[in-house]
């Protein structure tokens, strides 16, 4: 049981690349998020999907996309790089039950660097 | 999204038992507290979850006070591997009362120290 895998685990681009970060989870979560860490930081949601064929804008969406085609992969784009993007991404699943929240499961991180 | 506040730092010995204690006022009725732990280069692993009282696992115990307005995570006879960054955070479940999606925020945590 894999959990949350996350692709690739680094990445360099230079400003005004593009490039698509791949979350993949296989407990059948319905609930999946991106999140950006930056040194010395709490985790700050980007977008999230509460479903197969659904996204939401978090706190900081701006100069990101996201789809959720399938219910295992939530992928996350940037289509035009810029430094300030420079930070670590995680993915994370949870399941959708009652009242209570099982906890997120996330994966290991992408460390990205925009230069 | 109720916010969270707690202490940015702390350091502790081996063998000592560690209380981390993190205020929310504002937090809502449906709202439950929830623990996670980060080591550095990994994504943050889920500890424990309570609504009210106490609640305990193999990891650590989480006490709740009848207002719920703070919430302190007890770390029994830490060790050098509990060296981490231990963040509070509130939120409704999915498919909570509310309807919410669990959309928990994360505050800067409260680094933990532990020395020989």
């Known amino acids: 049981n894999a959990g949350v895998t996350q692709t690739p685990k680094f990445r360099v681009l230079k400003t005004g690349q593009s490039m698509t970060l791949l979350c993949a989870q296989d407990m059948n979560h319905e609930y999946m998020y991106w999140y950006r860490q930056d040194p010395g930081m709490g985790l700050r949601l980007i977008h999230y999907s509460v479903g197969e064929g659904t996204t939401a804008k978090g706190e900081v969406p701006d100069g990101y996309n996201v789809s959720r085609l399938k219910k295992q992969n939530f992928l996350l784009g940037l289509e035009s790089a810029a430094p300030s993007q420079t930070s670590v991404y995680f993915c994370?699943?949870?399941?959708?039950?009652?009242?209570?929240?099982?906890?997120?499961?996330f994966g290991s991180g992408t460390r990205l660097t925009v230069v | 999204l109720a916010k969270t506040t707690q202490p940015i730092s702390m350091d502790s010995y081996e063998g000592q038992e560690v209380n981390i204690t993190c205020s929310h006022n504002?937090?809502?009725?449906?709202?439950?507290i929830t623990w996670y732990q980060q080591f550095p280069s990994q994504g943050p692993r889920f500890i424990i979850q309570?609504?009210?009282t106490k609640v305990t696992n193999e990891v650590a115990s989480l006490f709740i006070p009848a207002d719920r307005k703070s919430s302190t995570l007890s770390l029994p006879r830490v060790s050098l591997s509990d060296t981490a960054v231990y963040y509070c955070l509130v939120g409704d479940g999915p498919g909570g009362f509310s309807g919410g999606y669990n959309k928990l925020i994360f505050g800067a945590g409260t680094r933990l120290a532990v020395h020989p």
């Open positions: 309570g609504y009210k």
């Open positions: 504002n937090i809502a009725t449906n709202d439950y």
């Open positions: 994370a699943s949870n399941r959708r039950t009652g009242r209570e929240n099982y906890g997120y499961t």
